[in-house]
């Protein structure tokens, strides 16, 4: 298996358990308060990675340190303009739709930092736009004080992108992302202690949520995210991950019973297709080593019989 296909399949991975953590995310708010609930599960999975990596991050230089310090601030203010648009939103969907703009910026902005996208890249943008407006909008787009939280939230998600991707393949993921979602945790605390009333009588059941998401979203969501980016450039991975919000409308579907509609459907059919021209060098590759290996395979039959 090649790199870029490592690189694929973390990613891919990557996306179901995001997708799942949406579940899980959900079942969790019910008892928690959305900043506490991120500023618990962040932290928790932070501490769960910094005692498994704990003779990496000792080892860690200033550089290192620094790298991964910034990744982790700037993700932790991506969150917190997240849940501020979600406080003062009146339309999730619009909400969702924004926030997913981040990914579609990762390529453009990648160019600020010498990165050359190949055109398949740019190709398959328009597609993911598409595929997004019709999984997320089912109403009217307007602006207003949500929605500048929602694309400042994007902007710095993309930021986390390329600055992730670039750290990564300087940093052993591990560490990295301890250190990562150590800082997430404490800037969403902070935002939690200003915004927030602070209540842990909660049934078990939420606190079973908090950790399904501290342990499988979190901890083993952004290792294997931070695994893949480090194979793959960030424009290349960004496609890879819009792949989440269809996984996430599906599984909402299992779960609660929600259900799809056709414009919905249909967006999901557009980004898998965004993901198929990302990858269109890949997939002729493979089907030109599918063929080749047919052709040689009669050949050596053909052979034996001749023999």
Not at 18 to 40: D, H, K
Not at 219 to 224: E, G, M, P
């Given at each position: 298996m090649t790199t870029h296909h490592r690189a694929d399949l973390l990613l891919l991975i990557t996306t179901l358990v995001?997708?799942?953590?949406?579940?899980?995310?959900?079942?969790?708010?019910?008892?928690?308060?959305?900043?506490?609930?991120?500023?618990?599960r962040f932290t928790s999975a932070g501490l769960i990675l910094a005692v498994i990596g704990w003779t990496a991050l000792r080892n860690f230089s200033a550089y290192q340190w620094r790298s991964?310090?910034?990744?982790?601030?700037?993700?932790g203010i991506a969150m917190t303009f997240w849940i501020l648009g979600l406080k003062h939103a009146s339309h999730i969907g619009v909400g969702a739709f924004l926030t997913s703009l981040g990914i579609v910026m990762v390529p453009l902005i990648s160019l600020l930092f010498g990165e050359r996208p190949n055109r398949y890249v740019f190709i398959s943008l328009p597609f993911v736009v598409a595929g997004l407006a019709c999984l997320s909008l089912d109403s009217e787009l307007r602006f207003g004080l949500a929605e500048i939280y929602f694309l400042l939230s994007a902007l710095f998600i993309a930021f986390v992108f390329i600055l992730n991707s670039r750290a990564a393949a300087k940093i052993s993921p591990l560490p990295l992302t301890a250190v990562q979602l150590l800082l997430t945790g404490v800037i969403t605390?902070?935002?939690?202690?200003?915004?927030?009333?602070?209540?842990?009588?909660?049934?078990?059941?939420?606190?079973?949520?908090?950790?399904?998401?501290?342990?499988?979203?979190?901890?083993?969501?952004?290792?294997?995210?931070?695994?893949?980016?480090?194979?793959?450039?960030?424009?290349?991975?960004?496609?890879?991950?819009?792949?989440?919000?269809?996984?996430?409308?599906?599984?909402?579907?299992?779960?609660?019973?929600?259900?799809?509609?056709?414009?919905?459907?249909?967006?999901?059919?557009?980004?898998?297709?965004a993901v198929l021209v990302n990858r269109l060098p890949a997939v002729r590759s493979w089907f030109r080593d599918k063929r080749h290996a047919r052709l040689a395979n009669t050949s050596r039959a053909i052979s034996k019989e001749s023999s």
């Open positions: 995001a997708a799942a953590g949406w579940v899980f995310s959900r079942e969790a708010v019910q008892g928690l308060s959305p900043l506490l609930f991120m500023a618990l991964a310090a910034v990744v982790g601030v700037t993700f605390a902070g935002g939690s202690a200003v915004l927030e009333s602070w209540d842990f009588q909660q049934p078990p059941a939420i606190w079973g949520w908090l950790a399904a998401s501290a342990l499988i979203a979190t901890s083993l969501r952004f290792l294997l995210q931070t695994s893949g980016q480090s194979l793959a450039p960030a424009s290349h991975s960004a496609i890879i991950m819009t792949l989440e919000p269809v996984w996430a409308a599906l599984f909402a579907a299992l779960w609660f019973g929600e259900s799809m509609t056709l414009l919905q459907f249909s967006g999901c059919v557009l980004i898998f297709l």
